[in-house]
């Protein structure tokens, strides 16, 4: 039976996207529509957005809507269009007080009325459209007190007394953390019953946490690193609590985008039966970032974001050392951090014609890194999902990982005797672990024909939204009985 999903979220690509959220948001709802499930999709309309503003198109039964929250009243309207390549509506709430200037994100003091608001305007705007979900998907701490105001004021309402709350925490590490004083503002004040406060703070995770019917994390490692004091940022005592309502979901990734038979942003295609394209790819890319390309050295692909939790701390030591005594080459995206940025500028540097690094991101770049290099470096400390691992596998780009997270869930650890496995999985997060993954990669690679057969490995695997997916679907199902 048809299901009537509301996804809600601060982000959603192609329309607002700082990482892999937006992606995942739209990726699940794209899938769902395609199974014939009824999705709607809600989000600011951010400033952004209003330079094209005649894409999108008003909806009738929603403008100049005035919402009362806590002592401020505010005007919004709804405005829409289809999310790319399918038939499912991206509704957009156009509040120009809070959303019609700056970036997506305003810190959390401004954020936390930002948010709230937009996901009481959700409820008024379902209520207006007489549509009642099944299932509410909240993503993140952002939207995470959907669970809270549907409790709060809306159990009598005969719209929403079926609908079910489903909260997915992307990562535990941002949990929206303003001063008590903001209840009055966000219209809780008066629901303190039913909040678990922290002393002078307000834990926007935390109280979705609590409240929502269900709980997703974006992986099955994610799910159980959470529930410990070492990776569960203050919340592991509640997420204990509700582990019964707990579970983990892989997230899925987009193939039309991410795909060495069809991508359009590389000049060269290939294929697990046809790998010739990967070799022209490689020598593209050194030709195209000013590198000898006639070399068979292997090259080490880096796409991130430079942040502590992407692990690069251990790579200080460790590829100035491999760099010196083994002939490979290393090439890297990113921006973040200053001291992250600055370890991968002296890297470019110190060793002219071995190694580059491109501060900032360049979409057309990360494609040709995931399609040109040999082995992709992923040594995140922590990582609820990643998708860059899944897009290397796919692109014949066996990864170097951390085993954490997501990372634990997707990659196989590699065994050369038996031929099993896609890729190095390091257990302890230090220069050791580090290390001995490389140089495993790295003696594996000169050995062309078990290389290939472990790129045919995980080219094979398949993180689609249309497997991913219906762990969802049937998450939802038991949900709504």
Not at 96 to 124: C, K, M, N, W
Request: glycine share 10%; proline share 5%.
């Amino acid at each position: 039976m048809p299901l009537r999903v509301l996804q809600v979220a601060a982000e959603v690509t192609p329309f607002a996207k700082t990482g892999g959220l937006g992606d995942v948001v739209a990726g699940l709802s794209g899938f769902l529509g395609r199974a014939g499930h009824d999705v709607r999709i809600f989000l600011p309309f951010y400033s952004h957005l209003a330079a094209e503003r005649e894409r999108y198109a008003p909806v009738d039964s929603i403008q100049d809507v005035p919402v009362q929250l806590g002592p401020r009243r505010f005007t919004y309207s709804v405005l829409t269009t289809a999310l790319a390549d399918s038939e499912v509506g991206a509704y957009f709430v156009d509040c120009p007080e809070l959303f019609g200037q700056g970036a997506i994100y305003h810190g959390d003091l401004i954020d936390s009325l930002r948010f709230a608001f937009l996901t009481v305007a959700v409820f008024e705007s379902a209520r207006r459209m007489g549509w009642a979900p099944d299932v509410l998907h909240c993503h993140d701490w952002h939207t995470a007190l959907a669970p809270v105001y549907r409790r709060a004021y809306l159990d009598s309402d005969r719209l929403f007394q079926r609908t079910k709350t489903v909260l997915t925490i992307h990562n535990l590490g941002f949990q929206g953390i303003v001063d008590i004083s903001r209840l009055a503002d966000l219209g809780l004040d008066r629901r303190v019953s039913l909040l678990d406060l922290s002393p002078g703070h307000l834990n926007f995770l935390r109280n979705g946490i609590l409240h929502a019917d269900a709980l997703t994390a974006v992986s099955r490692t994610y799910a159980r690193e959470i529930q410990t004091p070492e990776k569960g940022f203050g919340l592991d005592g509640l997420l204990r609590a509700r582990a019964g309502s707990l579970v983990g979901i892989v997230n899925g990734v987009d193939y039309g985008e991410w795909n060495p038979e069809t991508d359009p942003r590389i000049p060269h295609h290939y294929s697990a039966r046809d790998l010739a394209g990967k070799a022209a790819m490689k020598r593209a890319l050194l030709t195209g970032i000013g590198m000898e390309d006639d070399t068979p050295a292997p090259v080490l692909g880096v796409v991130s974001r430079l942040t502590r939790q992407k692990g690069f701390d251990i790579a200080f030591g460790v590829l100035p050392e491999l760099l010196a005594r083994r002939d490979l080459r290393v090439v890297a995206l990113g921006s973040g951090e200053p001291q992250y940025e600055e370890f991968f500028r002296l890297l470019h540097q110190r060793f002219p014609g071995k190694a580059y690094f491109y501060q900032g991101f360049n979409n057309d770049l990360a494609h040709w890194i995931e399609a040109g290099a040999d082995i992709f470096l992923m040594p995140s400390r922590f990582e609820p999902c990643g998708l860059n691992q899944m897009y290397s596998l796919r692109y014949g780009t066996p990864p170097v990982v951390h085993k954490t997270g997501g990372l634990a869930d997707t990659v196989e650890s590699f065994d050369p005797a038996t031929g099993e496995g896609t890729g190095f999985v390091f257990d302890h997060f230090d220069s050791d672990g580090f290390r001995w993954a490389l140089d495993l990669a790295l003696d594996t690679y000169n050995d062309r024909p078990t290389w290939e057969r472990l790129m045919r490995n995980g080219m094979a695997k398949d993180f689609s939204w249309d497997v991913q997916g219906k762990e969802y679907v049937e998450l939802y199902e038991r949900l709504a009985g």
